[in-house]
């Protein structure tokens, strides 16, 4: 038997969870089409996240294939299959530096030839500035679309100095595109906010639930708030989850969410929702020399791919 039909993490190329790889406008088919923007031109703080998808990646091949046996993976807590869904890896959009325009529009043609493919894109950051284009691509979609942010900063700064494509104003640009029709923000925590910011992101109509009210009433709480029967795009920030579990990112922050209750979002949101697309950005592997904010990465999206696809589960034989 050979290492190919083993599928042993330790060699070979290192694509997500070892999925076949392939270019965005070759031939081929899937449910999930990844893809890594290692730009990290929009950070305001430390950089270093152009190293993020080869990170994840890295630390995803654990994972191979998802599972041994079938597409997906056995879920001990609901004691089923998930995420049983086709993969391919396209590999990375070739950035080329200070041309931040140019860019974008690599990424946005990248995002739309993976929609031609009929496929969702998972795309791996990055700083969260290229979530921008990544959404721009959805342009003509076919509904209004609810983006569902997982971030520990609002990113609703309408410019900073001039600045008006950063990791700082990205939700603001991407609220003002004409399709997406509300924003979700989930964790927000940090005090760098400008009450300015805060009271445009109410203004314009969206929704925001902070760490310390998770912490205080729990996630069953704010179900509520969350979008239902929607077409839905989640961004998730990993400064998101609290700074001691990922100190890997430009600008970590204490007191955010725990990985439970990131996942508990993460499953009202997939599970009652058309997702039409996700992304993990601002994982930058300079500052964790113990990995494990890439391997929680890892974790975020697998677990969300097992409720978007959760399965084909023959029915148990009275």
């Known amino acids: 038997m050979s290492f190919k039909q083993l599928g042993l993490s330790m060699f070979g190329i290192p694509t997500f ?3 076949p790889q392939v270019t965005t406008d070759g031939k081929w088919t899937a449910d999930v089409a990844v893809l890594g923007v290692p730009f990290d031109q929009g950070t305001g703080f430390r950089s270093g996240t152009r190293h993020g998808p080869k990170h994840i990646r890295d630390w995803s091949v654990r994972y191979t294939s998802l ?3 079938r597409p997906g993976y056995w879920d001990m807590r609901r004691n089923c299959w998930r995420g049983e869904c086709k993969i391919v890896d396209c590999a990375d959009v070739e ?3 200070l041309v931040w325009e140019d860019n974008f529009q690599r990424t946005t043609d990248a995002v739309k ?19 921008f284009p990544v959404m721009r691509a959805y342009e003509g979609w076919r509904k209004p679309i609810t983006v569902v942010q997982f971030d520990a900063h609002a990113d609703y700064r309408d410019e900073v100095y001039g600045v008006r494509f950063g990791h700082g104003n990205v939700l603001r640009r991407v609220r003002e595109l004409p399709f997406v029709e509300r924003i979700v923000s989930i964790g927000i925590n940090s005090f760098r906010q400008q009450p300015s910011d805060l009271a445009d992101h109410k203004r314009d109509g969206n929704r ?9 009433k729990g996630v069953d709480h704010f179900a509520k708030l969350l979008p239902k029967g929607k077409d839905v ?5 990993i400064d998101a989850l609290d700074a001691s579990i990922v100190p890997g990112t430009g600008t970590p922050e204490p007191g955010g969410l725990t990985f439970l209750q990131a996942r508990k979002f993460l499953d009202l949101v997939c599970s009652k929702n058309h997702i039409v697309g996700f992304d993990l950005m601002e994982v930058n592997p300079l ?7 890439a391997l929680t990465a890892t974790h975020v999206i697998i677990e969300s791919l097992g409720t978007i696809f959760p399965g084909k589960n023959p029915k148990k034989k009275r």
């Open 113 to 131: 030839n993976i929609l031609d493919h009929k496929a969702m894109p998972v795309v791996l950051g990055g700083d969260h500035s290229i979530t």
């Open 233 to 237: 795009y989640i961004t998730f920030d």
């Open 95 to 97: 950035i080329l530096p």
């Open 67 to 69: 599972s041994a046996e």
């Open 208 to 216: 925001m639930i902070c760490a310390w009210e998770v912490h205080e």
């Open 17 to 19: 969870g070892k999925a």
């Open 287 to 293: 500052y964790d020399p113990s990995f494990i904010t």
